[in-house]
């Protein structure tokens, strides 16, 4: 039978054991190899365990200042038994006739953590069978959300051996990132589409996590729609989480907006006269690199899943998700609470930010309390379950629109009110709603980097979008 089919109970797990000799002898002789593998090598990845507590001790040693050597490890393990099965301390010197050169230190360090990470790899897989095929309450997408978590956490846990950057390095980027923006004229980041917000905030940049809130109806989804498709339109690939609408819904909006028919016509099949303008616009978007994942229920390990598969079609240059307070929290952080379920899903929707190395722009709901309020225009405590959305985001916007409060009905005239006072506060419902007509604020909180404030915006509700008003407006 073929290797490939070999059950896993007759292979052995991968490892290392020349690779791990002969790193452990080499820091042994010289304790500078570890500058080569102590930011990403562990004892937990030797598949010697015995390996593994040396490294440990090694490591101790020279994160303290100390020399590490077989001298001095010998006084360490002398009396402890743990080297005993490997022939006591003796086992120290002979790591030194096992040494490689300096210069391959990474390079073995990078073996023994790669033998590790396959070790953990088939572990995930024989959990996965054995808990399929156990019997049990939990259901196949419980088992597989499960399985999901551990692979991000895996895959987390492997981004972090990525190297430091020097200041020196770290300023000369920020000059090439401000060069470039003054070659296009225009934002560090990618394009709202909007230039006030681009001013506002620099653009969408790389790595940061962009949340716009606001209670139900006042058009946060349509905004953040709207930057992603200008980030589309700009030739990057874009993934449209949408935990709320479905895939045609928010198809339809796009259209809408890119068109300007009205979503109810659509909806209706009310559309005949203006069929060649809803072609038109279909032709502009076709092609757009813009990916819509509609499933319900996601939580946030199974949309990182769904953005590493979209990374791997087409590259991945940001990231929407809407809203926050939709995805469901894992099993586990349900028990400690909804605070601590909503903390958990914002930073990881931060950590999709850098994993990616894109903008992610997060939808977010509002607290009830804003609306009982005579000032209804939101601040940073209105978001639900605030503290971690508020420190893990980069920039936090509101979209608050006054016409919404002032409902579409007059007032009602009061039992004790006189028809002089009832006419009053007739005329001033109607020049409020006047005044508001079309109006919209976008009020930013917190802008890392930059200086909150807030924006006018119009608001056009046949098609649910956003525009920024033009001259003399």
Known sequence: MPDGFLGLSQRLPPQNQQAEQALLGA??????????????????????????????AIRARIVAGKLADPISLKAEFEHSGALDEVGGVAYLAQLLSCMVGLINA??????????????????????????????????????????EARMQ?????????????SLDDAVAAAMQAADEAARRQGPAGLSTGMPSVDERLGGLEDGTLTVIAGRPGMGKSALVTQWALA????????L????????????????????????????????????ETLVKAQRELHGLPFTIEDGGGLTAAQIAVRCRAAHRRHGLGLIMVDHL???RPEDGDVRQGATWAVGRISGAMKRLAKEFNCPV???????????????????????????????????????????????????????????????????????????????????FA????GEPGTLMLQFDAQTTSFREPGNGE
């Open 325 to 327: 307070h939709i995805v």
């Open 153 to 165: 956490s895996l895959a987390e846990n492997d981004r972090s051996i990525r190297g430091a950057m």
């Open 106 to 147: 990474g390079e073995y360090g990078r073996a023994i953590r790669d033998a590790w990470h396959r070790r953990e790899l088939i572990d995930l897989g024989e959990t996965l069978v054995n808990d399929a095929f156990a019997p049990g309450d939990r259901t196949a997408a419980q088992l597989q959300s499960n399985i």
């Open 231 to 238: 980030a589309a339109r700009q030739g990057v690939g874009v």
């Open 361 to 443: 722009l997060l939808a977010a709901q509002l607290n009830r309390g804003v609306d009982g309020r005579e000032d209804k225009r939101p601040t940073l405590p209105d978001l639900r379950q605030s503290g971690d959305i508020e420190q893990d985001a980069d920039a936090v916007g509101f979209v608050y629109r006054p016409e919404y409060y002032l409902g579409n009905s007059p007032p009602e005239q009061k039992g004790d009110e006189g028809r002089e006072q009832y006419e009053r506060r007739m005329r001033s419902w109607h020049d409020s709603k006047a005044s508001a007509a079309g109006k919209a604020e976008l009020i």
């Open 446 to 449: 917190k802008v890392r980097d």
């Open 27 to 56: 820091l042994l002789a010289n304790n500078k190899g570890f500058a080569l593998v102590g930011e990403f090598l562990e004892g937990r990845h030797f598949a010697d365990p015995i390996n593994g507590r040396i490294y440990d």
């Open 240 to 275: 449209a989480i949408s935990l709320e609408m479905s895939a045609t819904q928010l198809g339809r909006r796009i259209l809408s907006v890119t068109s300007g028919v009205p979503m109810w016509r659509m909806k209706r099949g009310q559309h005949a006269d203006c069929a």
